[in-house]
């Protein structure tokens, strides 16, 4: 073969491999890209979304209050809340405003069967609770119950931990969207509460504090 041809198979094949690297480095880099637009595309619940679920639970902690609730509403603000973790915000915000809208009815379909307002009921002696609370962003136990509309005393917080045992694993930690009942606060139990909360000791965020059951098992 001649000089001249080899240098011709010799570029022809220096042209190739670099078209190869290059669609391959492109490839490469579309994928890239691909994946990141992939893990920047889902970001969760939009504001808008968030805000409609929160009044759905709102609402229907109202309708819990009163007595009021239908059962399958909660089930469609948990089907909200997955919508939304899933990015199908669209969906999410229908279902809110349809557990807002059904809560909304149950609360008027209670109040139009009965000329006394439910709310006094709620306060009549037989209840063992004054009302219920739904658990906002930065709330915890201590300045809820600090709270003029609640005990006005932080230290009365172990009543309110007593009384929602059951969804409370730790007493330092609880969450947005949590309903807590909110018991009546009687001669004993106060100061059974005020003592352990002012005795408590040295806690740990997770877990379930030895003081604290001794408290739950009294």
């Not at 078209?19 to 492109?26: F, H, N, R, Y």
């Not at 990141?36 to 709102?58: F, H, S, W």
């Not at 309903?179 to 100061?191: L, V």
Request: glycine fraction near 6%.
């Amino acid at each position: 073969m001649k000089p001249t041809e080899l240098l011709k198979v010799a570029a022809i094949v220096a042209l190739t491999s670099g078209m190869i690297v290059g669609c391959q480095q492109a490839s490469t880099t579309d994928d890239m890209a691909t994946d990141m637009a992939a893990e920047d595309e889902c970001q969760g619940a939009t504001p808008e979304v968030r805000n409609a679920i929160y009044a759905a639970k709102l609402k229907n902690a109202r309708a819990r209050n009163l007595g009021a609730e239908w059962e399958e509403n909660a089930k469609i603000i948990e089907e909200a809340e997955q919508a939304a973790a899933d990015c199908e915000n669209v969906r999410a915000k229908i279902l809110a405003n349809k557990a807002e809208d059904a809560a909304a009815e149950a609360i008027a379909a209670m109040q139009s069967a009965d000329t006394t307002p439910v709310e006094t009921e709620m306060a009549t002696d037989d209840s063992p609770y004054m009302g219920g609370y739904l658990v906002v962003s930065g709330d915890n136990l201590w300045n809820i119950s600090g709270q003029d509309t609640i005990y006005g005393d932080p230290y009365m917080w172990p009543l309110i931990y007593k009384a929602n045992s059951g969804q409370i694993k730790d007493a330092d930690l609880i969450y947005p969207g949590q309903y807590f009942y909110i018991p009546k606060a009687k001669g004993a139990e106060r100061g059974a509460a005020i003592e352990h909360a002012k005795n408590r000791g040295a806690w740990t965020l997770g877990e379930t504090e030895a003081s604290d059951l001794d408290y739950l098992a009294q």
